[in-house]
């Protein structure tokens, strides 16, 4: 799977939109970008996945590059229940039985 | 989404006891469901993957006669801690493989934070 690289912590205001940013320039043709969160002692949740289009749904948006070498996660209008590990991984999807690499991921803190 | 638990939420026991955790896929049945460990501050990594009906496949690493894995039945796998140390301390994660709409997803369970004594 490609390599992922992320900003270790981001601040953002209650209310706002977070954009949450991950590079992955070795990306080849049928992986996917997935993001998922983990609150704090709990297990990670699954956010959002894309291949090259833009994607949303009721949690965030999923903005993708078109050389799909990095992305972009926007939760449209955070609260502070958002704080959170955001991790971006690259995967191949549908082929299943591979277990997800986690790098170290952003720490997004909410503010009030 | 699909839902998986996990039990116990969390755990203490002594040095040199053995500890079992089980992971269940409540509204799916999973064949594959996998296991990973997280030390403080630092991020989930994976342990192995659990096939129902055969051996399990353990990362690099990984001492597979420490952690046993048995994925008996399609909605359940347990991982146990063999002769737990101190430096088995961790937050152990399961997740299970779920089809949709043409694509696998994994769904995690909430953890099982394990103390040894």
């Keep these: 799977d490609a390599k992922t690289t992320q900003p270790p912590s981001m601040d953002c205001a209650e209310g706002r939109a977070a954009n949450l940013p991950c590079n992955h320039s070795t990306i080849s043709g049928n992986e996917y970008v997935y993001w998922y969160r983990q609150i704090h002692s709990q297990g990670p949740q699954y956010i959002i996945h894309g291949l090259k289009n833009n994607e949303t749904n009721e949690m965030a948006s999923?903005?993708?590059?078109?050389?799909?070498?990095?992305?972009?996660?926007?939760?449209?209008?955070?609260?502070?229940?958002?704080?959170?590990v955001y991790y971006c991984i690259v995967r191949f999807s549908g082929g299943g039985a591979d277990g997800l690499t986690f790098g170290k991921g952003t720490h997004l803190i909410i503010q009030p | 989404?699909?839902?998986?638990?996990?039990?116990?939420?969390?755990?203490?026991?002594?040095?040199?006891?053995?500890?079992?955790?089980?992971?269940?896929?409540?509204?799916?049945?999973?064949?594959?469901?996998?296991?990973?460990?997280?030390?403080?501050?630092?991020?989930?990594?994976?342990?192995?993957?659990?096939?129902?009906?055969?051996?399990?496949?353990?990362?690099?690493?990984?001492?597979?006669?420490?952690?046993?894995?048995?994925?008996?039945?399609?909605?359940?796998?347990?991982?146990?801690?063999?002769?737990?140390?101190?430096?088995?301390?961790?937050?152990?994660?399961?997740?299970?493989?779920?089809?949709?709409?043409?694509?696998?997803?994994?769904?995690?369970?909430?953890?099982?934070?394990l103390t040894v004594l």
């Design chain 2, 1 to 113: 989404g699909a839902v998986v638990s996990q039990h116990p939420s969390w755990v203490i026991c002594k040095s040199g006891t053995s500890v079992k955790i089980e992971c269940r896929s409540l509204d799916f049945q999973a064949t594959t469901m996998f296991w990973y460990r997280q030390f403080p501050k630092q991020s989930l990594m994976l342990m192995a993957t659990s096939n129902e009906g055969s051996k399990a496949t353990y990362e690099q690493g990984v001492e597979k006669d420490k952690f046993l894995i048995n994925h008996a039945s399609l909605t359940l796998s347990t991982l146990t801690v063999t002769s737990a140390h101190p430096e088995d301390s961790s937050f152990y994660i399961c997740s299970a493989e779920f089809g949709l709409a043409g694509y696998n997803e994994q769904f995690f369970g909430p953890g099982t934070r």
């Design chain 1, 62 to 84: 999923l903005i993708i590059t078109e050389d799909r070498k990095s992305s972009t996660l926007i939760l449209p209008h955070a609260t502070l229940r958002d704080t959170a």
